[in-house]
């Protein structure tokens, strides 16, 4: 069975420092991994996607995301955190069976502090 | 602009009342979802579908029925059955390939009072 965690409940991390959000998954076949986030009260939104090619993909608002096989992990990044990235994070990962479900973590809440 | 609508933004349902919640796209995508979000659970499938006139369940279809008798529509109503119905509900589509992301809608918070 598909599966995908992302291991830390909250992540802070200071204005104009890198941040990172951990997710490491469990598939079978070549995984199709997301990254979303969800500001209060919202729906999520589109961050970026890995499908195949380079282990480095970039995405919206400056995010990026490192596609680690050995390790199972698609860890999201960005180099200088604004205040504003202050909200929830899910990854994702596409079942690629035939079935086309999508797969959640439980989110990872981001606090940027000023 | 192309999107998902969902109504309404709040919802409040009194014991033993079935309710509707309401989730229509113009993006013209095959697919569409149903989630309900939890604090600390992230997101559980209740139901998708892949083509008007079919739906399957997901992980937690008891107590919610839905149809899709156009493209654009997919309508999701909670029933009395549903025990513990207080929650974000979140509906989705996407093209009908593993490739593709999802458009969330802005969701529907329900309450029971």
């Known amino acids: 069975a598909q599966s995908v965690a992302q291991p830390e409940d909250q992540v802070k991390v200071a204005e104009g420092n890198p941040l990172t959000v951990k997710c490491t998954y469990s598939?079978?076949?070549?995984?199709?991994l997301f990254w979303y986030v969800q500001y209060p009260n919202r729906g999520l939104q589109f961050l970026l996607k890995?499908?195949?090619?380079?282990?480095l993909v970039k995405g919206s608002y400056g995010f990026e995301a490192e596609f680690n096989k050995s390790q199972t992990s698609f860890h999201l990044k960005k180099p200088s955190a604004l205040v504003s990235d202050s909200a929830l994070y899910f990854c994702?990962?596409?079942?690629?069976?035939?079935?086309?479900?999508?797969?959640f973590g439980a989110g990872t809440r981001l606090f940027v502090k000023a | 602009d192309g999107g998902i609508t969902q109504s309404p933004k709040y919802l409040f349902r009194k014991e033993g009342q079935n309710v509707t919640l309401s989730c229509e796209q113009n993006?013209?995508?095959?697919?569409m979802y149903w989630y309900r979000q939890d604090p600390g659970q992230g997101l559980r499938l209740i139901y998708y579908?892949?083509?008007?006139?079919?739906?399957q369940k997901g992980d937690i279809a008891e107590g919610y029925s839905v149809s899709r008798e156009k493209k654009e529509s997919f309508p999701l109503t909670v029933t009395s059955a549903q025990k513990n119905p207080t929650a974000f509900y979140l509906c989705?589509?996407?093209?009908?390939?593993?490739?593709?992301?999802?458009?969330f809608g802005s969701g529907t918070r329900l309450t029971v009072v």
């Open positions: 994702a990962v596409r079942d690629n069976t035939g079935g086309f479900k999508t797969i």
């Open positions: 598939v079978s076949g070549n995984p199709y």
């Open positions: 993006l013209n995508h095959d697919a």
């Open positions: 989705a589509s996407s093209i009908d390939q593993p490739a593709s992301g999802y458009t």
């Open positions: 890995y499908i195949t090619g380079d282990n």
């Open positions: 579908s892949q083509i008007v006139n079919d739906f």
